[in-house]
């Protein structure tokens, strides 16, 4: 058994939460300025290069790379060997998440509420934890500070078998139609394909936390991927939604095992401040 101090996650979450925040993801930087390149519409290569400027000061200045901050996200795979010193793990998550938004001075923007009074905790916890038990003595962090720009463009269809490839291709394109300019694309989507209702929103939002680069496993899945961001990008959606060659640099696809009568699908939408960061203890 292999004992890991309360503080030192508390620590580590607030760190990965400021990193996050003020650091983009360093492939989708990569990305955006080769969206810039190829781009011919001088309005989205206008949004692109503010967009790359921003990261840029953002990095710098160590300042949000956007004014909505996220709801705290939090991954966690803690191994069955961990014991936890002087305390919960889901207490000090919540404490480190608490102290990265007010020394960060980050904007606290969860309501207690959601539906009568919605006043602000203004801490920006409760964090929304998933927690796993993997074997082994060590912790996993995957800190994701989620905006919800983007995330109210999100949905979850329970398709029928029969509906297939086609009718999932169709709830996502038709999706990012409906959502246009709403997320700030570029975007990034992970889809969630399997399991149940609450498991394809599950494995979507983790979905977000792949590299972008790297395709899924499953090579079908893999060229459903690279597939659908051609098709998305092909809607001339655009940077900001004023048109332009680049509305998707990528799609994550996760599965998972499901009941014969259903096909459940999920998709994530995330903006091009694409933030996750991962610690292990």
Do not use: W
Not at 39 to 51: H, M, P, Q, S, Y
Not at 77 to 106: M, P, T
Request: glycine share 8%; charged share 30%.
């Amino acid at each position: 058994m292999r004992t890991i101090k309360y503080n030192d996650i508390k620590n580590s979450v607030k760190k990965i939460f400021l990193d996050a925040n003020y650091n983009i993801d360093e492939e989708v930087f990569q990305e955006l300025k080769k969206a810039y390149q190829r781009e011919k519409n001088d309005t989205a290569k206008f949004v692109l290069d503010t967009i790359i400027k921003n990261d840029e000061i953002a990095k710098k200045e160590k300042m949000p790379i956007c004014q909505d901050t996220g709801m705290a996200i939090v991954f966690i795979e803690i191994g069955k060997d961990v014991n936890i010193d002087n305390g919960l793990l889901s207490d000090a998550i919540n404490e480190g998440v608490r102290n990265a938004y007010k020394e960060g001075f980050l904007r606290k923007s969860v309501v207690d509420d959601p539906l009568f009074e919605r006043k602000n905790t203004k801490d920006n916890t409760p964090a929304i934890i998933h927690t796993e038990i993997v074997s082994g003595d060590k912790l996993k962090i995957t800190a994701v500070p989620k905006g919800f720009g983007s995330e109210n463009m999100s949905r979850i269809k329970m398709l029928k078998p029969a509906d297939g490839i086609e009718g999932v291709k169709k709830v996502i394109l038709e999706t990012v139609k409906e959502a246009g300019p709403n997320p700030c694309p570029p975007i990034i989507i992970g889809v969630g394909i399997g399991g149940s209702f609450e498991k394809a929103a599950l494995i979507s939002k983790k979905a977000l936390t792949r590299s972008i680069k790297i395709n899924n496993e499953n090579q079908k899945y893999a060229e459903l991927e690279n597939e659908l961001v051609e098709e998305i990008n092909g809607l001339d959606i655009g940077p900001g939604g004023f048109g332009g060659k680049t509305t998707c640099l990528g799609v994550n696809i996760e599965y998972f095992p499901t009941h014969i009568a259903s096909l459940p699908v999920a998709l994530n939408i995330c903006c091009h401040a694409y933030r996750h960061k991962t610690i292990k203890l």
